[in-house]
């Protein structure tokens, strides 16, 4: 039976996403309404602190903003007002870029930090790649997504794990695209999934009927992880070991959590209130946004 574990409040609110970095220090970034405004805001998971001033109009939808670590320090890229904002969190430093596209993730380009705008219609979407600092298009490239647009979900990225690697959700599959070659390597069936590293290299995760599939990015099928039906998805290497979590489809305020190692849960983590969003920070920290407030659990133990 897996260990019954509380959440702890780490801030009041209505928090509507949660993301957490994929190496490195362990932060995190949250988007929530605000006195009427967006607003994001950057977490020293550890400390369980902000950092900085919250930065406002960054909408709450996951597929408009993205957090990682491509290449140095964190990088926050939003879209507001058709414009694309790119924050380096660690020099202060923002730039902008015309545009309103449908998906923005994070890449690594030759060296460099990268973000990744998609653009529809999906039958010719166009897939642009910009320096993150500079702001110059490093390229572009048009692929096919199937008949609708993928703006339900968001680009997949674990940076700087991932590299020039991204997950480009779309109806009629899951592409994995390298954005410096500009061409897809491996495709997967349609459904939702999140991207993480192990100590063996990038994988997979995505929901089945009853379990957790976990795949390398080549296909093969490492682990199958015991599940009921689940939504929300989160995964991250901490301490040498893959943890995944997921939210309980039929009860939205419990979140299961994993060892990758072993196919049963090692923890199940009551929340107070539905879950929003759900982060794994390399701590081994969970974070789950809900409209109650921003929670964490430690799962490291």
């Known amino acids: 039976m ?16 949660v993301a957490a970095t994929a190496e490195g220090p362990p932060l995190a970034f949250t988007t929530q309404a605000m006195a009427g405004v967006d607003v994001g805001q950057t977490w020293d998971v550890t400390a369980g602190v902000l950092i900085g001033p919250p930065i406002v109009g960054v909408p709450a939808e996951r597929a408009e903003w993205a957090f990682g670590v491509p290449a140095g320090s964190p990088i926050v890229a939003w879209t507001h007002r058709d414009r694309v904002h790119v ?3 660690g020099t202060g430093r923002e730039l902008s870029l015309d545009g309103q596209p449908e998906l923005l993730g994070l890449a690594v380009h030759s060296g460099r930090a990268a973000v990744v705008t998609v653009s529809g219609p999906a039958s010719d979407a166009e897939v642009a790649v910009w320096d993150a600092r500079t702001g110059d298009r490093l390229t572009e490239f048009t692929l096919w997504l199937g008949h609708r647009t993928a703006i339900d979900r968001w ?9 020039s690697l991204i997950g480009l959700p779309g109806d009629s599959g899951l592409s ?9 390597i491996t495709a997967f069936p349609p459904a939702y999934a999140v991207l993480a590293p192990t100590p063996d290299g990038l ?11 976990v795949h390398g990015i080549d296909g093969e099928r490492l682990a199958e992880l015991s599940a ?9 290497l901490a301490g040498g070991r893959l943890l995944v979590a997921a939210v309980v489809r039929d009860d939205p305020s419990t979140v299961l ?30 974070l789950a946004a809900t409209d109650e407030g921003l929670y964490e659990t430690d799962l490291s133990r």
Do not use: M, Y
């Not at 994988?203 to 599939?213: D, E, M, R, W, Y």
């Open 176 to 184: 994995l695209l390298d954005v410096e070659r500009g061409e897809e």
């Open 257 to 286: 959590a994993w060892d990758a190692a072993n196919p049963a849960p090692s923890h199940r983590v009551k929340i107070p209130a539905s879950v929003n969003d759900l982060a794994l920070a390399p701590d081994g920290t969970l």
């Open 228 to 236: 009921p039906p689940c939504d929300q998805l989160a995964a991250n």
């Open 87 to 89: 924050l380096d969190l």
């Open 2 to 17: 897996p260990e019954s574990v509380s959440a702890i409040l780490l801030a009041q609110g209505s928090f509507d996403g």
């Open 203 to 213: 994988v997979l995760v995505q929901p089945a009927s009853s379990a957790l599939s």
């Open 155 to 163: 680009l997949l990225h674990a940076t700087p794990a991932t590299g």
